[in-house]
């Protein structure tokens, strides 16, 4: 399964000259120690299909963290290694390009190395055991044929030999999601969300049996947990179009398996299209207002709760649906702004953001009105204004205060002059009240 090759001009053209040029040390040095060493994972994939990737990760048949320590005891930069996975972080920094000698391009941050394993599941959804195996044992545990394909880049005589155990390079060419065996997903049912993000990154489809051996493992996913499925779908986000993942989520039953309550809204497409317009795309929370605004408050705590959202967020997103659907006064023409900004006072900054941004007019400019000049608006006077007239204090100073912001909210009051003849009536008022 070793015949095809790549070259390194190839490499060098979709990775440049730094990433060429760290794969070749790491290849000198595992050569020295004739370690079969090959480089796997989305890497190679998206070489083969001549994407770039800049994440180096590195199976070792043997024991990874040593040789990573010995790469760093040569080259510097500094080790973190995980010994109950037999895995390896080599963080790199500007030492360490200028000993490897590549100090010149930009440096990836860290390359990863890991034993090669055979992972035995004790029992489903829980963390793998790992015991040491090969390089086939190692990829043949993986989730896709895609992404079984490696590089292997020592010994020295099989360098650039790209190895495929499991007819990944035939799907790869076919544009096919397909998993290794059944028993795929119920190992491991993030796969269910794994194979949707992949078919609409690279515009593959899912092959019939994988389609069907999904359908069989939704109910799994209810057994994951809330933060594999948040992080999961969180990666979802940075696809250039989530909201084609998020529909055949819908479509196949996951969202529903994930939680009963959870429905993708029907105009979702148009709103994550606003979010990219805006470049507030990077916040995933904005994602998660426009899945679950529409849905009402209790469904909104359930599925938050069975994602592990911190309680802030939750409340965000039910401030996201109140704004949207639960203010009347919002959906007026020229609505008053003192009532405007009676109703938006309370609310978190993001969620006014994001109603904003979701809203159709006349909603959307009222909001984005308070967020810009509403919210701002103060009168002259202060507490100390009122005790300086001699009114006592008490709650009638806020219901003072109150009123003078009103009044200069609605335009009843546009000078500092009008303020101070408002100010006497209120305070007269206030006393003639306080001595009847
Ligand atoms: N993997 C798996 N099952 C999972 C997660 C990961 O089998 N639930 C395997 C995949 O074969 C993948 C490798 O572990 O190639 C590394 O995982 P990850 O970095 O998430 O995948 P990439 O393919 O690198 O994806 P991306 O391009 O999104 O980084």
């Not at 829980?126 to 090969?134: D, E, W």
């Not at 290794?180 to 049912?189: A, E, Q, T």
């Not at 779908?233 to 696809?239: A, T």
């Amino acid at each position: 399964p070793t015949r095809p090759v790549i070259n390194a001009q190839k490499v060098n053209a979709l990775l440049g000259k730094t990433a060429l040029g760290l794969i070749e040390k790491v290849a000198e040095e595992a050569q020295k120690q004739t370690l079969g060493v090959y480089l796997v994972g989305g890497i190679v994939r998206d070489l083969l299909l001549e994407r770039a990737n800049h994440d180096i990760d590195f199976v070792v048949e043997g024991d990874a963290i040593a040789f990573a320590e010995h790469m760093q005891a040569t080259y510097g930069g500094s080790v973190h290694s995980y010994a109950p996975f037999g895995t390896a972080k080599w963080h790199l920094d500007a030492d360490t390009a200028e000993a490897l000698g590549i100090a010149n391009g930009k440096l990836p941050d860290h390359i990863d190395f890991a034993s090669a394993r055979n992972e035995y599941y004790l029992h489903p959804t829980a963390l793998p055991t790992v015991y040491s195996g090969s390089i086939k044992l190692d990829l043949g545990r993986r989730d896709f044929t895609i992404n079984t394909l490696a590089i292997q880049i020592s010994p020295a005589a099989h360098m650039w030999r790209i190895v495929d155990y499991f007819s990944g390079l035939d799907d790869l060419k076919a544009g096919l999601i397909r998993v290794l065996h059944s028993l795929s997903f119920v190992d491991d049912p993030t796969r269910i969300l794994r194979a949707v993000r992949f078919s609409e990154r690279l515009n593959f489809k899912i092959e019939d049996r994988t389609a069907e051996l999904i359908t069989n493992a939704l109910p799994m996913l209810r057994r994951i947990t809330g933060e594999r499925v948040r992080n999961e779908l969180n990666l979802l986000w940075q696809e250039a179009a989530p909201e084609s993942g998020i529909y055949t989520l819908a479509k196949m039953g996951a969202l529903a398996a994930i939680h009963p309550a959870f429905k993708a809204p029907s105009h979702l497409g148009k709103l994550f299209k606003r979010l990219r317009a805006r470049d507030l795309h990077q916040e995933s929370d904005a994602y998660w207002h426009i899945l679950l605004s529409h849905l009402p408050n209790e469904d909104i705590t359930a599925i938050g709760e069975r994602l592990l959202f911190g309680k802030p967020l939750i409340t965000a997103i039910q401030a996201t649906h109140t704004i949207l659907y639960e203010l009347p006064v919002l959906k007026e023409n020229s609505p008053k702004p003192s009532r405007v900004v009676a109703v938006l006072g309370a609310m978190p900054a993001f969620s006014l953001e994001i109603a904003a941004l979701f809203a159709e007019e006349p909603m959307s400019t009222t909001i984005r009105t308070y967020m810009d000049s509403w919210q701002n608006v103060r009168p002259k006077a202060d507490g100390n204004t009122l005790k300086a007239m001699g009114l006592s204090t008490g709650p009638i100073y806020s219901q003072i205060l109150l009123q003078l912001k009103n009044a200069w909210l609605d335009g009843e009051i546009n000078s500092q002059a009008e303020e101070e003849r408002f100010l006497e009536t209120l305070v007269k008022e206030a006393r003639d009240h306080d001595s009847s």
